[in-house]
């Protein structure tokens, strides 16, 4: 392999900083200066070359020091610069749009949460444990919270909040710009423990409840039927079973798939389903015949976009009411996900983590099944039997 010819050239400055360098063109001999210029505000990089149209080396060496020197006046971003404008609006600009619809908004919610709380131009490395117990505080009273809208929240919407900046901090400590320089060389917030609520409620709804909903059911939408039945029998969040296509649907075969893109954790899977489930989806068909791309559970005002989540929450709401539970906190479309979770806990829980769309079995365990009096009166009732047998 012929080794590439080279010319005569001058490099000025320091590398990652305000370097120059000054070189003859092979072909015409006329000499180039090349630099990185640096935008001071964001800190990214661009090559640059520019013909200084002439042989002399000599003049080429007092540029390239003129413009080396001008670069070192204007010192470039380190992490020491960096300010959570800067961060945030980098994270939103490469990161978010990664992410699903939903975690989009959170994303650009939190954003402006966390700027008007601790200051735009704040610097990203002097975050400490203090502003960490501040916004704590504050959002658990409810004086900062997204949009115009704030109330006090419990400590899982705090902790989940603050997963955010979290997030961004650690994204900052491995993004680099075009210098290999990183945005961030260490993450101030790392290792703070996040608030977790003690005895967080997480009821499960009863098959009474359940039947109760299903005969008052017919007096809302047939929507709120079909859906309350799918969530049943499939363990799934209300808001993947709101956004289903008859795409999605395979009734001969008894199965419907789960597409990433409607899903909290972005889980695509496919699972089996039951005689009611399949019977429920004939049912939305008989109200609303479609097929296609087209929504299994269309909005009552717009055939083109799914049920909301806002209605869903509602028509909830107002089953509830007709139905004339007692109102218990926490009880809502989550709580027959429990359920089902709870009722298949002594099926595999490999088999159990696909049917109803979880990723971490970890999460079944600890949020979604909970023990019952009747499941552990049989344990022990099985564990005598042993026993005798032993002493047998």
Known sequence: MAKRATGWSYNAGERGRNWVRAYEDNKTGIILVEFFESDPATGESKRKRVSLSHRDRQQAKQKADEIAARFGEIRTPTPDDLTLQQLFDKYLGEVTPTKSVGKQKHDRACAQMFLRFLGANRKARSLNVRDWNRFVTARRE??????????????????????WPLAALNWATKAANREGRVLLDFNPLKGLPLPVEKNPKRPVLTDGDYYRLLQVAPELDWRFR???????????????IRQLRWTDVELDGARVRWRSEVDKIQFDHVTPLSAAAVAAFGLAQQHRPAIGDAWVLPSPSDDRVPCSRHLMKNWWKKAVNLADFEPVKGRGWHSLRRKFATELKEEPLKDLCQLGGWKDPQTVLKCYQTADEQSMREALSRRQVLEKVGDI
């Open 142 to 163: 409810g004086s900062v919270g997204p949009g115009e809208r704030r109330r006090p929240v419990g400590d899982r919407q705090v902790g989940y909040d603050l997963r």
């Open 226 to 240: 079909v859906a309350l039945i799918l969530a049943h029998e499939t363990g799934h969040r209300i808001g993947a």
